[in-house]
């Protein structure tokens, strides 16, 4: 093996954890200039005089800066608070930004402000309330004073002010109202989780018939028995103070959501079964190091194979008039349709069966978007209409309902089918108040755009082309539907604005790289949180119509003054009939398109699968945009592509690998290595690849069906076999293995393992609850049992999928990079 400092020469840039830095806010506008054309024309990098060193780029990242988390703006909209905490810190410090003064100042431990989302205002203007640690605040805002409320012995799970000014607040089984005006509670709704008990009974049997009348202390018992029912019945219906009548829901369901409306008349109910388990008593990981000295079971999800999900049901609670109302799914469009006849189809006759198709009613549940923080259940602020977000278990359809309160009939407002699967992103939706109106996203173009919906008429799209909407945000004074979108690039967003009235669409921000943003509560200003690509996160303020404004500057001056190299974004041409395949590339330092001696080259295969990478913001993968830059200094061309099934580029990209995961993305992995060959003065024969999790698939993908392909590879923390991965994101792709066997098949590296030829490393954490330790062990298994000698492993016994240690991070990616000189220089 080759010495890696004979490589790598020591790093003149010191290793420092941030102890402190100054506090003081920036107020320079940035340079923006937005270039929507994808540079083909590969530059020089810059030179740097101090190359970088393992040891410095996987140490504790604090010394890259403790950056901003989780900001949000005040209620009043004049201050911006915010956490920042150093890696190994138990608990972040809390900073709040004056928007007047710029001035950043540390928050008192004990001191707390609620995020303007988690705030409830009364119809009145008069009380603000909120959760803070599962206790109820709630401030009077004529002296900004908070009302002492009672502590309750168990967390609150949620509150919301009814029309009446009353604030409602559930917890556990039970919803209660508050009046703020003289304090006094009531008792909403009871919910038992019992079968109601029976009524009285006559006695029917002969013998209890001639018990009642031969034996008058019995028959008095009786009628006694039935007269105080009655009078508990009759005091009930006439006592307001009294607990109202229990809610008997039956001992085989349990609660997954539930909703109250903001009249207070109904609430809705999500319910599933009882025995439904996400888990069963073998679904464990083993933890060699336990705190005791001995091996600890540790309790893990289950897998897609065994997973069985019973859906879910919808009741409505009537608490005016104390009537159960069950909602049937009936008025689902397809709600009972065959969706995976041609899958079934095809399954069958490859076991030399037929598959007839009959229709069937389907599971559903309410939507389960894995980026939202709103719920699928949307009452309409002044009026009793309720819309819900409902998709069905296999993944095919979404529905947009409303429900008729009365009849608890579903009428949809919005079906989108997707023969592959329905997107777990871009679902938000809600009601525009004061109207009839419905917006929500979709993918029905191929492309997430915004639509709005009246009751009675037809959708209307108010945005339209091959770009992403997300993160819609209604303004104030209800005018304006904001969203950010990656109009003029696929890896450059901004947040635009259109009139819901007049359709007008217009650009809010112009900036250069990715962000994120919040409205400010009064509408008037944008909360980002945006980066660039060898820039950080950091905090903005863009005021409404005015000039950007810089708020934090926590990267450190070390990370900053190093002559990072900015990733140049290319187009790769497929060669397999796809749209262009975006790439981040790093050239060598001197680099020279002429020379004879061609360069080696790695390509990085990105996680998730559904995730955006080459892009111009700082990215997610802050160590590899290092490992990157020193693999650069060293002689290697660095390819980092956004492959199909990449998030960003619309629903025909996200599903070209719907029952064929490895196989799309490995034949666009070809395609970097030749655009590499023509454009950057790469050795075909010196490419080697790695990745992490979807990546390290892809790196067993790769050198088991295309052997040719890349010369080396390295897998950490990878997925072997799909059927041992999770329900909720694997059904999406692959279907269930009971239901699509070759699928799974088609795309688990186990069943592929015979094509290795070429030097592979294996690297996982023994705590991986996400992709299993066990994952590796069977395929390390299945290599032995095939011969092949080619490969090796390593194994962290204290990390979980994301690794934690500086120590962990260096061996893993020392043995990386020692991979790629043995075998590609």
């Known amino acids: 093996m080759k010495s890696l400092l004979r490589h790598v020469a020591l790093s003149a840039v010191a290793v420092a954890v941030l102890s402190g830095c100054g506090l003081s806010a920036v107020s320079t506008q940035p340079q923006v200039s937005v270039n929507p054309e994808v540079n083909q024309t590969l530059t020089q990098p810059p030179v740097a005089d101090a190359p970088l060193t393992l040891q410095q780029i996987m140490a504790n990242p604090d010394w890259m800066g403790i950056l901003a988390q989780r900001p949000y703006f ?20 809390r900073f709040s930004v004056n928007l007047a003064t710029n001035a950043i100042t540390p928050l008192a431990i004990n001191a707390f402000h609620q995020a303007p989302k988690d705030v409830h205002n009364s119809p009145n203007g008069h009380y603000q309330a909120y959760l803070h640690q599962g206790n109820l ?91 105080k029912a009655a009078h508990k019945a009759q005091l009930q219906a006439q006592d307001p103070v009294l607990a109202p009548k229990p809610w008997y829901l039956g001992d085989n369901k349990r609660l997954v959501d539930m909703s109250l409306s903001p009249d207070g008349q109904y609430v809705v109910l999500a319910v599933t079964a009882k025995d439904a388990s996400w888990r069963q008593e073998h679904d464990i990981m083993p933890n060699y190091l336990g705190k005791d000295g001995y091996v600890e079971a540790v309790p893990v999800r289950a897998r897609v194979a065994e997973a069985q999900p019973p859906g879910q049901e919808f009741i409505l609670l009537d608490l005016n008039n104390h009537k159960q109302i069950p909602i049937t799914i009936e008025g689902l469009t397809g709600y009972d349709a065959d969706v995976l006849a041609s899958v079934k189809a095809e399954n069958a006759k490859a076991k030399g069966d037929s598959y007839h198709s009959e229709k069937q009613v389907r599971n559903v549940q309410l939507m389960q978007d894995w980026g939202w923080d709103q719920s699928a259940i949307q009452w309409h602020d002044s009026e009793p209409k309720l819309a819900l977000m409902i998709e069905a278990q296999d993944n095919k359809d979404r529905w947009l ?25 871009y679902n938000q939706f809600g009601w525009i108040p004061a109207t009839d109106s419905l917006y929500f996203l979709s993918e029905k173009t ?7 919906k009246p009751l009675s008429g037809t959708a209307k799209a108010l945005t339209q082309g091959d770009y992403v909407v997300s993160d819609v945000s209604l303004s104030p004074d209800n005018q304006y539907l904001y969203y950010k979108a990656n109009k003029t690039h696929p890896g450059i967003y901004n947040v635009y604005r259109v009139n819901i009235a007049t359709g007008l669409d217009e650009a809010v921000t112009d900036w250069d790289g990715n962000l994120d943003y919040q409205l400010s509560p009064d509408g008037q200003s944008l909360l980002l949180t945006a980066s660039r690509r060898t820039e950080p996160n950091e905090l903005y303020l863009q005021p409404i119509g005015g000039e950007l404004r810089q708020l934090t500057d926590f990267t450190s001056a070390e990370f900053k003054a190093y002559p990072w190299q900015a990733p140049q974004v290319v187009a790769v041409p497929s060669s397999h009939g796809a749209n262009d ?37 700082f990215s997610g ?24 099934g990449s998030k960003g580029y619309g629903r025909d990209w996200r599903t070209a690998i719907y029952r064929q995961m490895g196989h799309p993305e490995v034949e666009d992995l070809s395609d970097g290595v030749k655009w590499m060959q023509a454009n950057a003065n790469v050795d075909a024969a010196k490419v080697g690849t790695y990745g992490g999790s979807y990546g390290g698939f892809l790196t067993f993908m790769a050198l ?26 694997t059904s999406n792709i692959l279907n269930t293995p009971d239901v699509d066997p070759l699928a799974y098949e088609r795309s688990s590296p186990i069943e592929h393992a015979e094509g290795l030829q070429k030097p592979l490393l294996i690297m996982t954490g023994v705590l991986d609850d996400n992709v299993f330790f066990q994952d590796s062990v069977r395929l390390v298994q299945r290599l032995i049992e095939l011969e092949k000698p080619m490969f090796e492993t390593a194994i962290y016994p204290v990390e979980p999928h994301g690794f934690k240690q500086p120590s962990s991070w260096l061996d893993e990616y020392r043995r990386i990079y020692a991979l790629f000189e043995d075998n590609l220089k």
Do not use: C
Not at 74 to 86: G, H, K, L, M, V
């Open 74 to 93: 005040s209620a009043d909209s004049n201050t911006i608070y915010f956490e920042r905490q150093p890696s190994q810190a138990a608990v972040a410090e």
């Open 137 to 227: 605040m709630v401030k009077r805002q004529s002296d900004n004073r908070l009302i002492p409320m009672i502590t309750p012995a168990n967390a609150i799970d949620g509150i919301r002010f009814l029309n009446n000014n009353t604030l409602a607040y559930w917890q556990q089984d039970q919803i209660h109202a508050i009046d703020l005006a003289d304090g006094t509670t009531t008792l909403l709704a009871n919910l038992q989780w019992q079968d109601a008990p029976k009524d009285i009974q006559e006695p029917s049997s002969y013998i209890a018939k001639q018990q009642h009348r031969l034996i008058k202390y019995v028959a008095d018992e009786h009628q006694r028995t039935k007269d």
């Open 401 to 425: 309902a409303t429900v008729d309160l009365k009849r608890g009939k579903l009428i949809t407002q919005d079906r989108l089918h997707d023969d592959a699967w329905i997107n777990y992103d």
């Open 446 to 452: 191929g492309y997430s755009q915004l639509y709005i």
């Open 581 to 617: 395949i975006y790439a981040r590339v790093y050239l060598p330092q001197g680099y020279d398109a002429s020379q004879a001696d061609k360069y080696p080259a790695v390509i990085f295969n990105h996680g998730a699968g559904y995730l955006q990478n080459a892009d111009y913001g």
């Open 621 to 644: 993968y802050f160590r590899e945009f290092m490992f990157h830059n020193l693999l650069a200094q060293q002689g290697y061309v660095v390819m980092d592509m956004d492959y199909r």
């Open 704 to 729: 088991f069906t295309q052997p040719e392909l890349f010369q080396a590879g390295a897998a950490l923390r990878p997925v072997t076999d799909w059927a041992h991965y999770n329900a909720p994101y």
